[in-house]
């Protein structure tokens, strides 16, 4: 192989025959440095620039030299393995790489702030409790996104333990006073669970079903009745999603409702994330996968796994253990490609989703990469690939029938 260092980039020899050299990395600059590195050697030399012979094993600058590899065995000093990287930005060596490129920028927009497709529904009155067990009421708006539930216990505890409340800060409550200062409600916030059965019989606890919006309360013994009381029982919370929330930019034009200073919004970049409630063919996958890592991230699997599970916009992750936030090597580290849904042809993963990403995975990874902060949420590097296809049809009678199922 022959070059001229001008024009040249980065090019590998796989083999060299008789050298013993596994693997050469070999880069040419306009001011040419050599870099010959095998998994047990390292060689750094200037040189001018080089005629390569793969067949005889000879680096030359003008003059044939006869197994070079045999004259300077004795010089040479052992360096770290080659690890292979996974960004195009840190392909070059660590001798020839001075500095990360910088980002570039898509756009600035000035006056923006994140936008959800959801709607707030504020002191909507769920019900009033009668004191019987394993009561249920249904949100009026499905499905849910999030919630708050307050109930007013004003009739059922002393003052002592209202105090109680307010000082330990176990549960959000708040105080309702008339004009003279007497309190006239006192809403405490109860905590969903995903279960009754690990609830005892005085904790405030709730489940909810978020997609039919259907809030379940306990039976005294899992879980705390409510208090009885008419409509003492209000939530506020957020409704909406869904894939039609995904507009392309420059959809959003109207304002609901007017505000005063404002005179029009629009979104300069399309919306993501959206998806659809997950179907019972991807929870029988998921099932499985759950009892095995049981929401604790250890391995490389589990870490894609929980990743997934951290939206339904993620359509793969990819754990790479052991590469740190600059693509290098570096035990104790944790990196997570992922790829979000998307119709576009090389879909970008945005802030919020990596943000997303990172807070799920963080609460169910070990503390031993939590506190060291070595977990990367990275988004890929895509490379065009095209496929050439030939199909052979077994006889000249099915030639149509391929044709119409093919180019249908």
């Not at 050697?41 to 070079?68: C, D, F, N, R």
């Not at 200073?261 to 659809?276: H, I, Q, R």
């Not at 179907?279 to 996968?289: A, D, H, M, N, Y």
Request: glycine letters at 6%; proline letters at 6%.
């Amino acid at each position: 192989i022959t070059g001229n260092p001008d024009g040249f980039s980065t090019f590998l020899l796989n083999y060299v025959q008789n050298s013993g050299i596994k693997l050469i990395y070999f880069q040419l600059f306009p001011n040419p440095q050599q870099f010959i590195t095998d998994r047990q050697h390292h060689v750094s030399s200037w040189a001018q620039p080089a005629i390569l012979s793969a067949m005889s094993g000879i680096v030359s600058t003008g003059k044939k030299i006869e197994k070079p590899y045999e004259e300077s065995i004795s010089e040479i000093k052992p360096c770290p393995e080659l690890f292979e990287t996974f960004h195009p930005e840190w392909s070059h060596p660590p001798v020839v790489r001075k500095e990360t490129a910088s980002p570039r920028i898509k756009g600035i927009f000035l006056n923006t702030t994140w936008a959800i497709q959801a709607e707030t529904i504020k002191d909507e009155i769920l019900g009033s409790s009668d004191g019987t067990t394993g009561q249920s009421f249904t949100l009026t708006k499905t499905p849910i996104i999030s919630e708050d539930i307050w109930i007013n216990e004003i009739r059922t505890i002393s003052e002592e333990e209202r105090k109680d409340i307010l000082e330990k800060g176990e549960y959000d409550a708040r105080e309702t006073k008339d004009e003279k200062g007497n309190v006239i409600e006192f809403r405490v916030k109860w905590k969903p669970v995903e279960d009754l059965l690990t609830s005892s019989k005085d904790d405030r606890h709730y489940e909810i079903h978020k997609v039919p919006g259907e809030v379940k309360f306990g039976d005294g013994v899992y879980g705390k009745i409510p208090p009885i009381g008419t409509d003492n029982i209000k939530t506020n919370y957020r409704t909406g999603g869904g894939s039609k929330g995904n507009v392309r930019a420059y959809e959003i034009k109207d304002l609901k409702t007017s505000i005063p200073f404002l005179d029009k919004a629009f979104n300069p970049l399309s919306a993501s994330g959206g998806t659809e409630v997950e179907g019972i063919e991807k929870t029988i996958e998921r099932g499985p996968q759950v009892l095995k890592h049981r929401n604790r991230a250890i391995t490389a699997q589990d870490f894609e796994q929980i990743a997934c599970q951290a939206s339904r916009a993620i359509a793969r992750a990819k754990c790479l253990p052991n590469f740190d936030n600059q693509g290098q090597f570096k035990p104790g580290w944790v990196t997570i490609v992922v790829i979000p849904q998307s119709n576009e042809n090389s879909p970008r993963l945005s802030l919020q989703l990596k943000r997303e990403v990172g807070n799920y995975v963080r609460e169910h990874s070990a503390n031993t990469v939590i506190e060291m902060n070595h977990l990367h949420v990275s988004e890929p590097v895509y490379v065009e690939v095209s496929v050439n296809t030939a199909l052979i049809a077994l006889s000249m009678d099915v030639i149509p029938a391929v044709e119409k199922k093919v180019f249908s």
